[in-house]
């Protein structure tokens, strides 16, 4: 089983960098990928992948399952601009009598069950407050983001959709103040075993972002070419309304467009539209936020 995991991850980089389908194990993520390159005249120059067994798991007679992660790196060249891409993804592969039969992405995002009963309104708000505002470091928040890309901080719960914890922890140290604790539904807080809905849940730090009029704030602009490193970009992947998936910003690309780090599935220097993700449909909404400043001298520029 093992070396036939190898075998296909070892076809799936090769895919990355051909310029044919030659396999009938062709990966349909990295074909998006690379039509989404093309169409902004980009291309995976190198790719490098390895992966790990997670937990191997018998579902009947003579049928087993194994769940595993591959870490990639592609390296991409748009016209003289060169950058390193990296994502790890969380795979499951079915086995028939030690026979691979299939093998799919575990699909990462799902709708938070959480009982929100988080407030829209901000008036309510209360709590830890440190003025009106921030100054927001921008440089500290992208080296957080860059350090923990792929890794947990023990400081902070773990939760498995990870993606708006992570995003909170990078602008908590980017200088945004918590505020709210103990009430769940206010506020922009985590503490010990507990935390706000806004902290955690992607759908309530989208409210959260523009609403809130104190500490962390955020004003929403129309295009992602008008954010900065250390802002925001919130997904809607089905269009519904209810957001699923928040990345921040660590880079630009050749055109001047965002290149985003995210997590559960951990990715880093990623295009921000995420055409190639398993959870992209034609309904796809984006929400782009520019973390407000009242530190004059915090360089958007970076």
């Known amino acids: 089983m093992r070396q036939q995991i190898i075998d296909l991850i070892e076809k799936r980089a090769q895919q990355c960098v051909s310029s044919s389908r030659v396999s009938i194990r062709t990966c349909e993520k990295i074909e998006k990928k690379k039509e989404s390159m093309l169409s902004r005249n980009a291309e995976m120059i190198k ?6 067994m997670d937990h191997i798991r018998k579902l009947e007679e003579e049928k087993e399952a194994v769940t595993y992660r591959v870490h990639f790196q592609y390296l991409i060249q ?6 390193m891409e990296e994502e790890v993804e969380k795979r499951k592969a079915e086995f028939y009598k030690g026979i691979l039969v299939d ?9 938070e069950t959480i009982n929100e009963s988080f407030k829209t309104s901000m ?7 440190r003025g009106g505002g921030f100054g927001y470091n921008r440089l500290k928040a992208v080296q957080y983001a860059e350090r923990w890309w792929n890794d947990h901080n023990p400081t902070f719960k773990k ?8 995003i909170s922890q990078c602008l908590h140290a980017g200088g945004a103040p918590m505020r709210g604790y103990p009430n769940r539904g206010k506020g922009w807080w985590m503490r010990n075993d507990n935390w706000s809905f806004s902290w955690s849940v992607a759908n309530s730090l989208r409210i959260y972002l523009p609403a809130s009029t104190t500490g962390l704030r955020a004003k929403e602009v129309s295009s992602p070419d008008q954010l900065f490193l250390g802002d925001v970009i919130c997904y809607d992947f089905q269009g519904d309304g209810r957001y ?3 990345t921040i910003v660590t880079g630009k690309d050749a055109n001047g467009m965002p290149l985003v780090n995210a997590h559960t599935t951990n990715s880093r220097m990623r295009y921000w539209a995420y055409e190639d993700s398993t959870a992209y449909t ?3 909404k984006y929400k782009f936020f520019t973390i407000v400043s009242d530190d004059s001298s915090a360089s958007k520029s970076i």
Do not use: L
Not at 47 to 52: D, E, L, P, Q
């Open 78 to 83: 748009q016209g003289s601009h060169i950058y």
């Open 159 to 166: 939760f498995d959709v990870d993606c708006t914890n992570y």
């Open 47 to 52: 790719v490098k992948a390895k992966g790990r």
């Open 103 to 111: 093998d799919m992405e575990i699909i990462p995002f799902q709708v």
């Open 244 to 246: 699923d998936h928040n």
């Open 123 to 129: 008036e309510e708000e209360w709590g830890e407050e």
């Open 282 to 284: 034609p309904n796809i």
